[in-house]
Structures are given as structure tokens and as C-alpha cells.
């Protein structure tokens, strides 16, 4: 890990497709790594540090399919060689994401980092 990285949970990646609110816009973007804290967004969609993001992901589990929405804001924006965005960094808010939807995720990520 960088020095310069602020992660607290493990991340483990992922093939998902997220429905996701940049700001005001919606998208549909790839998600490649999830942890409890946070997640990475593969999208093309400007947006700015802070800007809020409400993303709705369905999880596989065991006995089928969990859906949940996780709440939180851009982190850091990863930018191509010519400054297009390639890629959101999101943080999770917790006070703004349900318990089921915090304990979907925490099941989830402890699963697969488990396996």
C-alpha cells in the first residue's frame, strides 16, 4: 500500500455493475475493487472531489442475489494521459447507508476476502 493511502478495510475486487447518481447524473458504470469504506468506480463521468455518489449494486451471495445502496462521495478522481476521468474513487458516509445495506456489504466483502 502507497503511504499516501487513507484506506482503513481491505478491498477486494470485483466484476459488478453498479447503477450509480454522480451529482445529478446517472450512469452505469463497471465496479473493480469494494471494501466496507469504499469503492471503485470504472467511469468516464467528470466529477469532482466531493461530489456526491448513490450507488445501487447487487451482491451475490449464497442464497441468491442482495441488493443494496451504498452512500458516499468522490475521493479521488483518476484522470487518462490526455486529463479525461478513467475512474472514481468513492468513500462511504456511514451515517447515510442503512444497517441492511451496511450488513449486505460487510457480509459480502468479508466473504469474499475470505475465499
Known sequence: M?????????????TLT???R???????????????????????E?????TPVRVAIA???LDG?????LVGSVARVDR???GSAKGLGVSFSGQDITLSDRETLTG?????AAA
Do not use: M, W
Not at 502507497?2 to 470485483?14: D, G, L, N
Not at 442475489?65 to 445502496?69: G, L
Not at 459480502?108 to 469474499?112: D, L, N, Q, S, T
Open 2 to 14: 502507497r503511504q499516501s493511502e487513507k484506506r482503513v478495510f481491505p478491498r477486494v475486487a470485483v
Open 18 to 20: 453498479a447503477h450509480c
Open 22 to 44: 454522480i451529482g445529478n447524473r446517472f450512469v452505469r458504470d463497471a465496479v473493480v475493487d469494494l471494501s466496507e469504506g469504499g469503492l471503485y468506480l470504472k467511469t468516464r
Open 46 to 50: 467528470p466529477a469532482r472531489e466531493g
Open 59 to 61: 451482491l451475490p451471495a
Open 65 to 69: 442475489v442482495r441488493f443494496c445502496t
Open 80 to 82: 487518462d494521459a490526455k
Open 108 to 112: 459480502f466483502v468479508r466473504a469474499r
